[in-house]
């Protein structure tokens, strides 16, 4: 969600700058690529979210002059002084309602104190997909929320990065799996389908880029142990669009997503992926992935075994994958949360 709302903000500064002004509050420093951007910064002394959102935040923003204020990536505070100007909130996604035992508690009592207040207050609601929209509503049944609500997709994370090399002996034509170590990503349930494509024969590495996060169990050490698995941990961008260019496919039997940028983002370099039929993930993937019953180990072997072993499958994945990833692009998105500005402001 970082990234997203990095790049949000540069492709709205891009398409906007020529006729609005822009201020961008930022936590004590200007975000990476943006230090010459055409707009005023206000940053903040603090960099821990609570303190921000409590304590600086409703004093700067009553005190900015502006029309209208975009909340990207967490909600907006929960008391906002007298003056505030009209708000926009973007809720990527709501999992800590949908999949709550997928959620650290932390996260669950910050979003659930401030989102439903945030919701209410709100000029307008922006989500990045038709699933996203519908379990906002689902599990918000405030009155006039559904008018303020407007689907706003998302683009690449990986825009403009030139493709780096792989890691030291890495070669292509791996299983390439990408997201923070976690539940919501089903790294148990794919050791399983991997294990049986391993136990067939000529199963190629698996390769796990993301992060180590939270209540991973026996999910992490089964990854460092399990032959054939090599787990990089956080990459670099330009590492992480190597390893999209060369890998044979991407695994990535989500349970839950509110939008799915690793999926668009294998789609946009043409690599055929095999996702979870969950969330959001249809709706983003159309006909270019392979899609499969992500509770089902079964399934997700098969579906592997099926993306490796069918050439002409893979040719067309990549093909519509391109096709696809083309209509999602940062300077749409852009386009669609100013235009939600416009109307509050």
């Given at each position: 969600?970082?990234?997203?709302?990095?790049e949000l903000a540069r492709a709205m500064l891009e398409e906007g700058g020529g006729e609005r002004r822009f201020t961008v509050f930022a936590s004590r420093g200007r975000p990476a690529g943006m230090e010459a951007a055409a707009a005023g910064f206000v940053l903040s002394p603090h960099r821990h979210e609570v303190l921000n959102k409590l304590r600086w935040l409703p004093v700067v923003e009553s005190q900015a002059g502006l029309e209208a204020i975009l909340y990207p990536y967490w909600p907006s505070p929960?008391?906002?002084?007298?003056?505030?100007?009209?708000?926009?909130?973007?809720?990527?996604?709501?999992?800590?309602?949908?999949?709550?035992?997928?959620?650290?508690?932390?996260?669950?009592?910050?979003?659930?104190?401030?989102?439903?207040?945030?919701?209410?207050?709100?000029?307008?609601?922006?989500?990045?997909?038709?699933?996203?929209?519908?379990?906002?509503?689902?599990?918000?049944?405030?009155?006039?929320?559904?008018?303020?609500?407007?689907?706003?997709?998302?683009?690449?994370?990986?825009?403009?990065?030139?493709?780096?090399?792989?890691?030291?002996?890495?070669?292509?034509?791996?299983?390439?799996?990408?997201?923070?170590?976690?539940?919501?990503?089903?790294?148990?349930?794919?050791?399983?389908?991997?294990?049986?494509?391993?136990?067939?024969?000529?199963?190629?590495?698996?390769?796990?880029?993301?992060?180590?996060?939270?209540?991973?169990?026996?999910?992490?050490?089964?990854?460092?142990?399990?032959?054939?698995?090599?787990?990089?941990?956080?990459?670099?961008?330009?590492?992480?669009?190597?390893?999209?260019?060369?890998?044979?496919?991407?695994?990535?039997?989500?349970?839950?997503?509110?939008?799915?940028?690793?999926?668009?983002?294998?789609?946009?370099?043409?690599?055929?992926?095999?996702?979870?039929?969950?969330?959001?993930?249809?709706?983003?993937?159309?006909?270019?992935?392979?899609?499969?019953?992500?509770?089902?180990?079964?399934?997700?072997?098969?579906?592997?075994?099926?993306?490796?072993?069918?050439?002409?499958?893979?040719?067309?994945?990549?093909?519509?994958?391109?096709?696809?990833?083309?209509?999602?692009?940062?300077?749409?998105?852009?386009?669609?949360?100013?235009?939600?500005?416009?109307?509050?402001?």
């Amino acid at each position: 969600m970082v990234t997203a709302s990095v790049e949000l903000a540069r492709a709205m500064l891009e398409e906007g700058g020529g006729e609005r002004r822009f201020t961008v509050f930022a936590s004590r420093g200007r975000p990476a690529g943006m230090e010459a951007a055409a707009a005023g910064f206000v940053l903040s002394p603090h960099r821990h979210e609570v303190l921000n959102k409590l304590r600086w935040l409703p004093v700067v923003e009553s005190q900015a002059g502006l029309e209208a204020i975009l909340y990207p990536y967490w909600p907006s505070p929960p008391r906002r002084r007298r003056g505030a100007p009209p708000a926009a909130v973007f809720i990527h996604d709501v999992a800590f309602q949908v999949r709550p035992r997928e959620v650290p508690w932390q996260q669950r009592l910050y979003l659930g104190s401030l989102l439903p207040n945030a919701l209410r207050q709100a000029g307008a609601v922006l989500v990045p997909s038709e699933s996203a929209r519908r379990d906002v509503l689902d599990h918000y049944p405030i009155a006039g929320l559904e008018g303020r609500l407007a689907v706003v997709p998302e683009g690449t994370s990986l825009h403009g990065v030139e493709p780096g090399p792989l890691p030291d002996g890495l070669r292509p034509g791996f299983l390439l799996a990408v997201g923070t170590i976690e539940p919501r990503k089903n790294y148990p349930r794919l050791l399983v389908a991997y294990r049986a494509l391993r136990r067939e024969g000529g199963a190629p590495p698996l390769v796990v880029a993301g992060r180590i996060g939270w209540a991973f169990g026996a999910a992490l050490h089964e990854l460092r142990a399990e032959p054939g698995v090599i787990l990089l941990g956080h990459v670099s961008d330009t590492t992480l669009a190597g390893l999209y260019r060369d890998a044979a496919a991407l695994a990535f039997p989500s349970l839950y997503e509110g939008f799915g940028l690793q999926l668009l983002d294998a789609m946009a370099a043409g690599l055929p992926a095999v996702a979870g039929r969950a969330g959001s993930l249809p709706e983003l993937a159309g006909d270019a992935a392979l899609l499969v019953d992500p509770l089902d180990s079964e399934a997700i072997a098969g579906g592997l075994r099926q993306v490796l072993g069918d050439t002409g499958l893979r040719r067309r994945l990549a093909s519509a994958g391109r096709r696809r990833a083309a209509l999602y692009t940062w300077a749409k998105a852009a386009c669609g949360t100013l235009s939600a500005l416009d109307r509050i402001a």
